[in-house]
């Protein structure tokens, strides 16, 4: 590891106070574009909060920046399946999210069923299944089981996409 | 006595063929769900919700009980099979629970569990029912300066007091205000952070942020470190206890319940002091010290116990005064709310036989989950064993179809996904995710609260001080926020301040290792919870350095 990439690795935070400093500058940029006439009845106006909450979060943003120059780090979470002791997996993340997108892409034009199923295969295949024709299976049955049983059991109509008329 | 008739009624309501089924099923799904690794009570109910938004609203809390009751067992069958708990009010019970089973004894563990469970849940919900109609008696008196104060005083406790760093805890409750600004104002109309965007003009759904935080922002950030190594479940056959058993555990179970309910029904009170300090007690009045460390059954009933009456204890505030205190009550509320039911001081007017319904049914679902769980323990210990892609990538596939089914958009989908992201940062980071979430949904409240108040005094600040109960908790705020450097000064004062952790035992180093804890969680309420997250290790490393 080049020393340039671990130094940048130990303060990632950064990025954290960069992310409040641009959420207090949005927050701030719009409440400032709020147009309100003085009311007797709501003296606070709309834009009294957006202003405290702007600060609170700029103000956190400088000091977040200042804990991480100084050493300072958050403590990353563990639980019953987490390994802390490796960095993190982009190759599992970005298909992952990668399935997760054209879940939604797919949705509304193809359907419930077959999204659900690009979005249950793609996952699993993500984290590592590799029984493509079992997982397969898995994923259709479940996108049909949940098709169905919001269709009947809770009479929400899911899309049906290209398969309408069909389902 | 009246509230001896409304909650005869409420099991009237309750026990309905119909009802009663909503019930079983609510607690079956919960513990289902709450034993998965990975999730948690509050993701249990977030992702359940969806389920029951087309029952009328009675089923639907019936079956709430059921799964708010299921998830917290759930996670403790999780934590003493597993011995990695993902919640922290579940690390206690890991500490002893899984030293047993273990050794063992995973049945005894597993069924005082259960059982003090079913004690603490009873007298938690007894509790429940005398307590809230004096809250309401107590809370129709208080003006919005008394809200605001209130509502203050929990965001504050939550954030500055939880948590390893305040610091931290600020930034993600700032978040959340800035989530809960979203959306069309209440007073005047004007659309706030919607950036032109008309579907974002109803503000965001909290259940699609509830879902995106716990359930989305886990997933990826497990997904990120997967254990490649699979974690070894302890096999275990039908939970019983032995005469000795019962005998070592039914004192801990009151004491436990004892700790939990206050606990509980304080802001920023949650389950993860009084399960420390139940564990701590136990260990200090146990008549077999050296058990302790090699898994006592008093390790497992006192915290279990704490961590049920706690979970009653929440309601109280949630219900008499619309205050969640922790992540499930807030989701909850949220719940409530989508009903178009308001928590707080009017609801026991106003819906009456819904809440004495609800509380019946707390105690139903009590019962339950003892004659359910009990015959089912080996099956649940089965769902542990799920392969680890078919868990997550379930997770994900749920998480979808509950964010999208509440309004048919895929919009909602986009959203889900960046505010997963913003969950993965948060673990990434050590951002909590409770301020965040009481953030949206306390935030656009207190703002109500605020501007009623500024209205009533026709803008003049002094409105706020208005109410005496709002002075006292100024007060308390105030306290809360420079306790630190209260706490700093002392220590300079007095340096070498480790209280004497009763007689040492054969175990002294161990026996220390609780008065470590004891010391921690008095500096800042729950540190030592997180770092114990992965196991218990840290305290008893911690320990070893010290050793001269």
Known sequence: ?167 | MDVFNSLMDGFATALTPMNLLYAVIGVVLGTAVGVLPGLGPAMTVALLLPVTYVLEPTSAFIMFAGIYYGGMYGGSTTSILLNTPGESSSVVTAIEGNKMAKAGRASQALATAAIGSFVAGTIGTALLAVCAPIVVKFAVSLGSPSYFAIMVLALLAVTAVLGSSRLRGFASLGLGLAIGLVGMDSVTGQARLTFGQPLLSDGLDIVVVAVAIFAVGEALWVAAHLRRTPLHVIPVGQPWMGKQDWKRSWKPWLRGTLFGFPFGALPAGGAEIPTFLSYVTEKRLTKHPEEFGKGAIEGVAGPEAANNAAAAGTLTPMLALGLPTNATAAVMLAAFTSYGIQPGPQLFASEGPLVWALIASLFIGNFLLLIINLPLAPLWAKLLQLPRPYLYAGILFFATLGAYSVNLQAFDLVILLVLGALGFMMRRFGLPVLPLILGVILGPRVEGQLRKTLQLSAGDPAGLLSEPIAVGIYIIVAIILIWPLLLKAWRTSRPQAVPAAGAAGPLPQDVEAGSDVLMAEAESGARVAESTGSNNQPVHARRHQEEP
């Open chain 1, 1 to 167: 590891m080049t020393p340039l990439t671990s130094r940048l690795k130990g303060r990632s935070e950064l990025g954290v106070a960069l992310l409040l400093g641009a959420a207090g500058v949005l927050v701030l940029w719009d409440a400032v574009g709020l147009v309100t006439p003085y009311s007797k009845s709501d003296p606070v106006g709309p834009k009294t909060v957006p202003y405290i909450v702007a600060g609170l979060l700029m103000v956190c943003a400088v000091m977040l920046a200042i804990n991480v120059m100084r050493g300072g780090h958050g403590e990353t979470e563990g639980g019953e399946d987490v390994d802390l002791s490796h960095p993190a997996d982009w190759k599992t993340v970005l298909p992952l999210a990668g399935a997760f997108v054209a879940n939604i892409l797919l949705i509304d034009w193809a359907g419930w069923v077959i999204s659900g199923t690009v979005l249950f295969w793609g996952s699993v295949w993500a984290l590592g299944g590799r029984h493509y024709v079992r997982d397969g299976l898995i994923s259709v049955a479940l996108s049909l089981l949940t098709f169905y049983g919001f269709y009947l059991g809770l009479g929400i109509s899911l899309p049906a996409g290209l398969l309408e008329g069909i389902l």
